[in-house]
């Protein structure tokens, strides 16, 4: 017997009305099929998760539900890729990033095939689902992949703006995106080019240097630190690989100390890419990696672990005083 199923069937029906940004993702996907652009869509049973199922709406000859079987998903997304099409598969953080990672090494990266790999509720943004669903450990993973672009937007506009620009790059990218409650820094339409930063200010004392869900809460720390009369600068990096080193560089000579932060392990992440620019060029800034400091993350509200781990604002401010010996 089928049961038909109704927007009341599932708490997961409703999460675009609460999560706005869910739909940016989406939005911008359905404006690239009407320019003509051969994209396809799936996700592994999360399509409400990640606000998918408005493409699949839209088009759904265009989109593949794929149940929970990502691993599958990447490898199919591949074999898409090698028949014209442009791919757009999606999952969680956790298991795009680790669970696929020898899929993507192989079927998708060494084979250098145009397909984007969406792992939402990155980080710890999952919060109660546990230590098994949050995503601490994929900038890492996935940076050690030959060939694989790595973005991290700040927020939806950004991710909609990176999603267009993907149609005129050449390499697979994993894209690393929050869980759509991502507190607005840019505003709709706003530009974005592949392994540029965005320079929010330079600051003489102390520059920032953030990705992802962190830039809202650098920008706000940086505020409060110069009402102290603290000159910071904060500078966006939402393409972790290939790394802006230009950025870095200025970001160094200008101030003699960098902090770098990220909803990450501080192995092998921004930290760790900003640190290997100033290493190979020999530079005196002293830098502090700031996020996960190596330990499994606690079980709690997204919010709280914020609050927790010193990612938010307030925490933010707290490291930049600590590490200026304010």
């Known amino acids: 017997m089928t049961q038909t199923l109704t927007p009341d069937s599932w708490q997961y029906r409703a999460l675009n009305a609460v999560n706005p940004g869910l739909s940016y993702l989406s939005d911008a996907l359905i404006e690239l099929v009407k320019d003509g652009h051969p994209i396809v869509a799936g996700s592994a049973d999360l399509q409400y998760s990640n606000g998918l199922n408005r493409f699949a709406e839209a088009y759904p000859e265009r989109y593949v539900q794929f149940g929970i079987s990502e691993q599958n998903m990447v490898s199919t997304a591949a074999g898409l890729a090698t028949t014209g099409y442009m791919p757009f598969v999606a999952t969680f953080a956790s298991f795009m990033g680790l669970l696929c990672c020898e899929q993507i090494r192989m079927d998708v990266a060494y084979t250098k095939l145009p397909v984007r790999l969406i792992g939402h509720h990155t980080g710890i943004s999952l919060g109660f689902y546990g230590t098994s ?3 601490t450990e994929d900038i890492s ?3 050690a992949i030959a060939g694989l672009t790595i973005v991290s937007p700040a927020d939806g506009a950004q991710l909609a703006a990176a999603i267009k620009a993907s149609v005129h790059w050449p390499e697979p990218i994993y894209f690393r995106i929050g869980r759509g409650r991502d507190p607005k820094v840019y505003e709709d339409g706003v530009s974005f080019e592949f392994g540029r930063a965005i320079e929010h200010s330079i600051g003489n004392d102390l520059n920032i240097v953030a990705c992802g869900i962190t830039v809202s809460g650098a920008l706000q720390a940086a505020e409060a630190l110069r009402e102290q009369g ?4 904060v500078i966006d990096m939402p393409t972790i690989k290939p790394l802006d080193r230009d950025a870095v560089l200025k970001a160094a000579r200008s101030a003699p100390q960098l902090l770098t932060v990220e909803e990450h392990n501080v192995l092998g992440g921004l930290g760790s890419a900003v640190a290997e620019v100033l290493t190979d ?5 002293r830098l502090r990696r700031h996020g996960i ?3 499994y993350s606690l079980i709690a509200p997204p919010t709280t672990l914020y609050q927790h781990y010193q990612l938010d604002a307030a925490g933010i401010e707290a ?3 600590e590490q200026l010996g304010a």
Do not use: P
Request: charged share 15%; no cysteine; hydrophobic share 40%.
């Open 319 to 321: 490291v930049a005083l």
């Open 141 to 143: 993973t996935m940076r």
């Open 293 to 295: 400091y190596d330990e």
């Open 230 to 233: 603290i000159s910071v600068g």
């Open 133 to 135: 669903h949050h995503a």
């Open 281 to 285: 060029v020999g530079s005196g800034t």
